[in-house]
T-cell receptor, first 115, second 113 residues
Framework: GESVGLHLPTLSVQEGDNSIINCAYS??????FIWYKQESGKGPQFIID?????DKRQGQRVTVLLNKTVKHLSLQIAATQPGDSAVYFC??????????????FGQGTILTVHP | EAQVTQNPRYLITVTGKKLTVTCSQN?????MSWYRQDPGLGLRQIYY???????DKGDVPEGYKVSRKEKRNFPLILESPSPNQTSLYFC????????????FGPGTRLTVT
């Protein structure tokens, strides 16, 4: 079937390694950032979020880092497992103003984990 | 089970034949949204709704209509589909606006010939 991952950046890692997925966002007014995981044939699934008043947030095996100075977001996955193989999207939103309610997704990164 | 459902899951239609893709959520969420996903373009927001009777345009609203008459339902209407609307469509909902965790439906693959 048609691939939603056509021409996306890719990252290949070995099982057990740590993975880092990067995202550059465009709107300096964005104040809320989210990472989603999309497995083949499924809808995106929320992983972790971070607000602009923070620069780091940790979840289970995942950490999100936010650098507002250079408008950069990263997702770190510790001890990557084959089940982590998916397309990862960052998304940005605003808590107010005319863009309240809008969600803008990044291009996505394909993560492949080799056993 | 908390979920977002979409129907149909697959649809092949012809240019100009009006169609509706339904979306329903059972989580009493205020916010609902529609996205389309195309190869290499990621997900793009079509329309969103902050609450009943409140809808607004996303980044790619042309050729689409929505309505929010009930809290649980947010149908996507294509009055006159064209081939460039061939895409994978996702509905999503969250407790409040886009700044809360969104739950996505399983997707509707639409082909317009």
């Amino acid at each position: 079937g048609e691939s939603v991952g056509l021409h996306l950046p890719t990252l290949s890692v070995q099982e057990g390694d740590n993975s880092i997925i990067n995202c550059a966002y465009s709107n300096s007014a964005s104040d809320y950032f989210i990472w989603y995981k999309q497995e083949s044939g499924k809808g995106p699934q929320f992983i972790i979020d971070i607000r602009s008043n923070m620069d780091k947030r940790q979840g289970q095996r995942v950490t999100v880092l936010l650098n507002k100075t250079v408008k950069h977001l990263s997702l770190q996955i510790a001890a990557t497992q084959p089940g982590d193989s998916a397309v990862y999207f960052c998304a940005e939103s605003s808590a107010g103003g005319t863009s309240y309610g809008k969600l803008t997704f990044g291009q996505g990164t394909i993560l492949t984990v080799h056993p | 089970e908390a979920q977002v459902t979409q129907n149909p899951r697959y649809l092949i239609t012809v240019t100009g034949k009006k169609l509706t893709v339904t979306c329903s959520q059972n989580m009493n969420h205020e916010y609902m949204s529609w996205y389309r996903q195309d190869p290499g373009l990621g997900l793009r927001q079509i329309y969103y709704s902050m609450n009943v009777e409140v809808t607004d345009k996303g980044d790619v609203p042309e050729g689409y209509k929505v309505s929010r008459k009930e809290k649980r339902n947010f149908p996507l209407i294509l009055e006159s589909p064209s081939p460039n609307q061939t895409s994978l469509y996702f509905c999503a909902s969250s407790f409040r606006a886009a700044s809360y965790e969104q739950y996505f439906g399983p997707g509707t693959r639409l082909t317009v010939t």
